[in-house]
């Protein structure tokens, strides 16, 4: 359909998400009361027992000697899946105040680890959270604890920007259930010699999402036996969305081109994303406009925020300077969709983080966004360029400000005669 008449329609499906997520609104004091209570009740002595954990953590402080830990949601045993991040907080319309009240619901239970020579760690702790780490349900452990630890209930500006639950350190582990292991992931573990990328690939093209393999790799649990490593949390996260993104790119590489010039919207808890997808070799770009008064541009005054990196058809040789981690998430969102199509294409990605944006959620939410953006509905231009002056109609900077900060935007000067100045 015409780019005005699809940007009509997504308007109109905004303002009803907004009146949901309101309707949504957790109120935070309210949540960590709550939680106190819950906690007291059960964390008994200095021991938690019967704990369910569906997911592990890895620190960076420290590094190679990290703090690794088993996270709990303290009385939701029943429903401890819900406390993963995962694709499902996107389809159950998560709001960032539902985020806050899930992260600081978890128990961390840590304890200090050097990263390297943990290939044949089954044994104590560390063998307790790769068994976790590797299953494909919550799994009940029993934990003891050095102390009990304390809830503090003065929330601050820092709490906000990172929300996280008490810490206590742990002196044991252990299981108090078989966990279920699926056979694929038992494959990547008896081969030794298989390297982390090729494991990596394997389980994705094998129906495993970024997010169960990004836990397994973190829990150091892939690649040959003397590469195998606790990989800190966060570096995992964007070290798989590399990899399957990599390999993504080199299926489409050869696929045909794109027809027409397609501009594909969605948005997300203050985050608002427009992918322009064009006939071409596959090139891609992320900008992103950060609003003052958004959790990552939190000065008021300070003016809007910009941030670009961009790739060719081999891809990029140098690490992702500017926009880190959405980078990555958001061009997996785009590759799967072109390789789901059978095609290549030229894709621009602009983000727009407003003052919504409070506090954050992670990547997982750019990787969502821009994995739901491509419905059945899109809209369409002539050229690249006049997509991008549809679209520029709808940003927070002007079109020469874009241009000046966007290498794909910038091209269109020379490559583009209809291409309007801004």
């Known amino acids: 359909m015409d780019l005005e008449e699809y940007v009509d329609i997504e308007r109109n499906e905004r303002a009803e998400r907004r009146r949901l997520a309101e309707e949504k609104s957790y109120d935070i004091l309210d949540h960590l009361e709550t939680f106190q209570d819950r906690f007291e009740e059960t964390v008994q002595g200095d021991s938690l027992y019967g704990g369910v954990s569906p997911s592990i953590f890895v620190g960076t402080s420290n590094y ?17 899946e819900r406390f993963e991040t995962s694709g499902a907080w996107y389809d159950e319309g998560v709001s960032i105040s539902d985020v806050f009240a899930r992260r600081t619901s978890l128990l961390n239970s840590n304890r200090a680890q050097e990263v390297t020579n943990v290939a044949d760690s ?3 702790f560390l063998g307790t959270q790769r068994e976790v780490a590797i299953a494909d349900r ?7 604890l050095d102390e009990k630890p304390d809830v503090d209930l003065d929330v601050g500006v820092e709490d906000v920007a990172t929300p996280v639950g008490p810490r206590a350190r742990a002196q044991s582990a252990e299981l108090a259930e078989n966990p279920h292991v699926p056979r694929l992931v038992e494959k990547t573990l008896e081969d030794d ?16 999402d970024v997010y169960d393999i990004n836990t397994i790799l973190s829990a150091g649990a892939l690649g040959q036996t003397q590469q195998r490593r606790l990989v800190p949390t966060r570096w995992s996260i964007t070290a798989v969305d590399d990899t399957v993104g990599q390999y993504l790119r080199g299926r489409i590489r050869t696929n045909p081109e794109i027809g027409s010039v397609e501009v594909h919207r969605n948005e997300f808890l203050g985050n608002a994303f427009w992918v322009i997808l064009a006939p071409g070799k596959w090139e891609y770009e992320l900008v992103e406009m950060k609003a003052p008064g958004s959790v990552w541009n939190p000065d008021p005054e300070a003016g809007m925020y910009l941030a670009a990196d961009s790739e060719g058809r081999e891809g990029r040789t140098g690490y992702v300077e500017e926009t880190a981690g959405a980078y990555h998430a958001a061009r997996l969102g785009v590759l799967e969709h072109l390789d789901d199509r059978g095609r290549q294409a030229k894709a621009l990605v602009l983000r727009h983080v407003s003052e919504d944006y409070w506090g954050p959620v992670g990547v997982w939410q750019v990787r969502e966004a821009v994995r739901d953006a491509f419905g059945e509905e899109y809209g369409t231009a002539e050229t690249f360029g006049g997509a991008v002056r549809g679209v520029g109609e709808h940003l927070p900077i002007s079109l020469g400000t874009l241009r000046r900060k966007s290498t794909m935007a910038a091209g269109l000067q020379t490559t583009f005669g209809d291409f309007g100045g801004g």
């Open 64 to 80: 190679p000697k990290v703090s690794t830990g088993l996270l709990s949601p303290v009385g939701h045993d029943d429903d401890a």
């Open 122 to 124: 089954w044994n104590g």
């Open 138 to 144: 919550p799994v009940t452990v029993e934990i003891g």
């Open 193 to 208: 010699d298989w390297n982390a990328q090729g494991a990596m690939t394997y389980l994705y093209r094998r129906g495993f």
